[in-house]
Each structure stands twice: as structure tokens, then as C-alpha cells.
């Protein structure tokens, strides 16, 4: 294949991915009627969510990659991993953090969930943008325009906010929120590493429903203003997302090990 000709499939292929992802974004795989309890972090959550959650432990998540598909997607990958002698990731990492409601009931829960994909890119926490000051329900909706353009669905792609969430009550949904390809919707925890490989989710049913000391690895506690500061300061920060070398694993391990 000459030069030209895998440009021209690597192109190919990266709308053909852009369009994908766009639409998997919009596919509903938690329950509607906990929509109520699911929030973006940002300050008007802060300050109405601030003080009522303590985080104290901490893991990272994983389940399968949207990856691209196709036989020139695999000669991307290939060609790419011959020259920097790294495989691209095939599983998709986020840290979660598990909080409990100090405020006023110590038997409600709550999941902090970052992650770091395919058009974000981290700002410093000094230039974090003010224009994503509500709190937004993240309700997927079809979307047949974005799905039918390349462009448009890679235009939104490269503008996806880099932001927090929290998840309320539902473990379950905390773990589906995660999920890369809705045709494996499976979670498993990663870290700790005693752990590895144990299913939060499968097949979007709850697989650990009981809290276990062993499925976290205890941290330094936390308010919520605390812990969402934490995630501008790994070293992914500045620097866009690429498949190898600033991916969503180097961000969710670096946070891992950044939190004490």
C-alpha cells in the first residue's frame, strides 16, 4: 500500500470512527428514571454538592474500547505499533472515586467518575473554561444528523468538555457510564490490583452490589472541589489525547497515583 493510499485510509477510517463514537454516545444504557441523580462537576454542583459527599476510596475501572474496525484500521494499528514498539490500548480506563454522604445520611453514596478520551484535551486547573456552569443531565438522544456526517460528528468530537461526574446512589450506572462500546457492556476493576478482572457490571446488571474493602484502595479524604482540582494535575494535562502515550490508562493511572 503506498503512502498516499494508507493517508487516504487512515482519513477514511478516522470519520468512520468519529461517526461511531458520536453515535455510541447517544445510546442509552443506564436507568431513565435515576437521570435525577447524575450530574456534570462543575460549580453550581460544588456548591450545592460540595460539603455533602466525602471520598475516601478509590479504583480505576475498566471495560472494552470502541476500537476501529476494519482491515485498514488494523494496518493503522499495526503500522503505528511497529514504529513506536507500543500495542494502542484495547481496554478503556477511569478512575472512580466512592463517596459517602457525611452531611446527612451515611448510607448514600455517591461515585465520582473521571475519564480522559478520543477529542478532549486537559486544561491547567488555572484555565478550566467558566462556560459549563450547569449542572446537565446527560439524557442520550438520536442523533441521525451528527450520524450521517462525518464532519459534523468529528467537529464534535474534537470539542467534547473535559469534566467530571457524579453519580448518586446507583453503582450499576456509575459503571455503565463508563462503557466504550455498547455491544460489551461490562465493567471491571482494574486497580487494585487484587481485584483485576473482578466484574462491577456484566451485561448491564450489578455484579458487586455489597461495598468491599478489596474492590478499593483507601485514600486521603475528600471533598468534592478537592478531588475534581486533582484531575487537571496529572501529566496528561496540556497535552491532547493520542491512542499511545496520552491516553485514557496514562490518565487514569496517573490520577490513581497522584491522590494519596
Known amino acids: 500500500m503506498s503512502g498516499s493510499a494508507l493517508s487516504g485510509s487512515i482519513a477514511t477510517a478516522a470519520a468512520d470512527y468519529a461517526i461511531r463514537k458520536e453515535k455510541n454516545r447517544h445510546v442509552r444504557l443506564t436507568d431513565p428514571k435515576n437521570d435525577h441523580l447524575f450530574h456534570i462537576v462543575n460549580e453550581e454542583l460544588i456548591e450545592s454538592h460540595g460539603n455533602r459527599y466525602e471520598f475516601r476510596h478509590k479504583a480505576i475501572w475498566a471495560c472494552d474500547l470502541l476500537l476501529p474496525k476494519g482491515a485498514d484500521e488494523a494496518i493503522n494499528f499495526i503500522h503505528r505499533a511497529i514504529q513506536t514498539k507500543v500495542v494502542p490500548p484495547t481496554e478503556h480506563w477511569a478512575f472512580v472515586a466512592r463517596g459517602v454522604d457525611v452531611a446527612s445520611d451515611p448510607h448514600r453514596i455517591a461515585f465520582f467518575i473521571a475519564q480522559f478520551g478520543y477529542g478532549q484535551f486537559i486544561p491547567p486547573v488555572g484555565e478550566m473554561k467558566s462556560s459549563n456552569k450547569k449542572s446537565v443531565t446527560n439524557t442520550p438522544i438520536s442523533s441521525p444528523e ?24 446507583s453503582k450499576n450506572d456509575a459503571a455503565l457510564r463508563i462503557v466504550e462500546n455498547p455491544d460489551k457492556p461490562a465493567v471491571w476493576i482494574e486497580r487494585p490490583n487484587l481485584c483485576r478482572g473482578r466484574y462491577v457490571s456484566k451485561g448491564k446488571k450489578l455484579m458487586s452490589a455489597k461495598f468491599l474493602k478489596e474492590e478499593w484502595t483507601t485514600m486521603t479524604p475528600m471533598k468534592l472541589r478537592e478531588l475534581n482540582d486533582c484531575m487537571y494535575k496529572t501529566n496528561c494535562t496540556g497535552i491532547k489525547y493520542v491512542a499511545i502515550g496520552n491516553n485514557c490508562q496514562d490518565f487514569a493511572k496517573g490520577l490513581f497515583e497522584l491522590i494519596p
Open 146 to 169: 451528527i450520524a450521517g456526517s462525518s464532519t459534523a460528528a468529528s467537529a464534535s468530537l474534537s470539542t467534547i468538555p473535559f469534566e467530571a461526574w457524579l453519580q448518586e446512589e
